[in-house]
């Protein structure tokens, strides 16, 4: 079991940044980020391996990078150039299978074993 802690939302004008953090209580092979806006379902936006290999959602690609640190289980998301329509509550993700990447699978909710509880997001016009 593996738990998943998202930090680093807030309320941020329109143009900037923000970085989120994602600590994980244990190693996992595939961490991702996903949002979501009531009455929506939730969106893929990035996942990265293990080894580094990432795939992007083509909303934000250019715009927000996921890095991670395998020594401190943790991911990132690096948001710049931030919309007032990339509010939402955004929420790590992680699996321990070993996959590769370029699955279907990384785009999809159900393709992640554990979730962590969100963290909201605000950008302001």
């Known amino acids: 079991q593996v738990q998943l802690a998202e930090s680093g939302g807030g309320l941020v004008q329109a143009g900037g940044s923000l970085r989120l953090s994602c600590a994980a209580s244990?190693?996992?092979?595939?961490m991702g980020w996903f949002r979501q806006v009531p009455g929506k379902e939730r969106e893929f936006l990035a996942a990265i391996s293990y080894s580094g290999n990432t795939v992007y959602a083509d909303s934000v690609k250019g715009r927000f990078t996921i890095s991670r640190d395998n020594a401190k289980n943790t991911v990132y998301l690096q948001m710049s150039s931030l919309k007032p329509e990339d509010t939402a509550v955004y929420y790590c993700?992680?699996?321990?299978?070993?996959?590769?990447?370029?699955?279907?699978?990384?785009?999809?909710?159900?393709?992640?074993?554990?979730w962590g509880q969100g963290t909201q997001v605000t950008v302001s016009s």
């Open positions: 244990g190693s996992s092979y595939v």
């Open positions: 993700a992680a699996d321990s299978a070993r996959r590769s990447i370029y699955g279907d699978y990384v785009r999809r909710s159900n393709g992640y074993r554990y």
